[in-house]
């Protein structure tokens, strides 16, 4: 379970910083200016870390780094966490990520109206060749007319094939946007208790 620590200075801005204030959660690669929520980062060993106020002294903050960086240094970068970490960074809300699955969905869904458009066309071309047949009931064909509905029949199968393979692809774009919203929603509604590394001097008398 991740941890909320504390930290500071320039080896942690290379992390990924997220403002929780209320019902919403901001993502960034650098840190959050006017947080007025929870102010946090995630460091590569997994550790969600508190990002300190300003107003430390030095002495501390050379405390907060030390801190982070033994409790860091317990377990080694996890890329499951690394992976966590970038899709929160990418998708901050179900909005960013259902944009996300419509811009995907754009080509695919475009190539699939127009596989339709154009097995439409065929079948219609189809049933004129159909009805220009009926002429020669009882006799053959001619080479012409024979050639044509044979290249008919090709190009029908290979089109219908493709919108086979497209429509494929759609529920394959569709079903990884799935898998990922429902990883999403659990790592959205994680609250990792706080844990500080540094107890701020009590107030003098």
């Given at each position: 379970m991740s941890l909320l620590l504390a930290c500071s200075s320039a080896w942690c801005r290379d992390y990924t910083?997220?403002?929780?204030?209320g019902t919403w959660a901001k993502f960034s690669q650098r840190e959050i200016p006017n947080c007025h929520g929870v102010h946090t980062m995630t460091t590569p060993g997994g550790w969600e870390v508190l990002v300190p106020p300003p107003n430390m002294t030095f002495a501390e903050r050379r405390a907060y780094d030390e801190c982070v960086r033994k409790l860091d240094s317990v377990g080694r970068p996890d890329p499951a966490v690394e992976r966590a970490s970038a899709m929160l960074l990418r998708y901050p809300d179900e909005a960013a990520h259902q944009k996300a699955r419509l811009q995907a969905l754009e080509r695919p869904r475009e190539a699939v109206g127009r596989a339709e458009v154009k097995v439409g066309i065929l079948w219609d071309e189809r049933e004129?060749?159909?009805?220009?047949?009926?002429?020669y009931v009882g006799h053959p064909l001619p080479s012409d007319l024979k050639q044509k509905l044979e290249a008919n029949d090709a190009l029908a199968t290979s089109e219908r094939q493709r919108l086979q393979k497209l429509s494929a692809e759609v529920a394959s774009v569709d079903a990884r946007f799935d898998?990922?919203?429902?990883?999403l929603k659990e790592l959205w509604r994680r609250t990792p208790p706080i844990v500080s590394?540094?107890?701020?001097k009590p107030k003098s008398a």
């Amino acid at each position: 379970m991740s941890l909320l620590l504390a930290c500071s200075s320039a080896w942690c801005r290379d992390y990924t910083y997220k403002c929780v204030d209320g019902t919403w959660a901001k993502f960034s690669q650098r840190e959050i200016p006017n947080c007025h929520g929870v102010h946090t980062m995630t460091t590569p060993g997994g550790w969600e870390v508190l990002v300190p106020p300003p107003n430390m002294t030095f002495a501390e903050r050379r405390a907060y780094d030390e801190c982070v960086r033994k409790l860091d240094s317990v377990g080694r970068p996890d890329p499951a966490v690394e992976r966590a970490s970038a899709m929160l960074l990418r998708y901050p809300d179900e909005a960013a990520h259902q944009k996300a699955r419509l811009q995907a969905l754009e080509r695919p869904r475009e190539a699939v109206g127009r596989a339709e458009v154009k097995v439409g066309i065929l079948w219609d071309e189809r049933e004129r060749l159909e009805v220009e047949t009926a002429q020669y009931v009882g006799h053959p064909l001619p080479s012409d007319l024979k050639q044509k509905l044979e290249a008919n029949d090709a190009l029908a199968t290979s089109e219908r094939q493709r919108l086979q393979k497209l429509s494929a692809e759609v529920a394959s774009v569709d079903a990884r946007f799935d898998a990922e919203l429902a990883q999403l929603k659990e790592l959205w509604r994680r609250t990792p208790p706080i844990v500080s590394c540094h107890t701020p001097k009590p107030k003098s008398a």
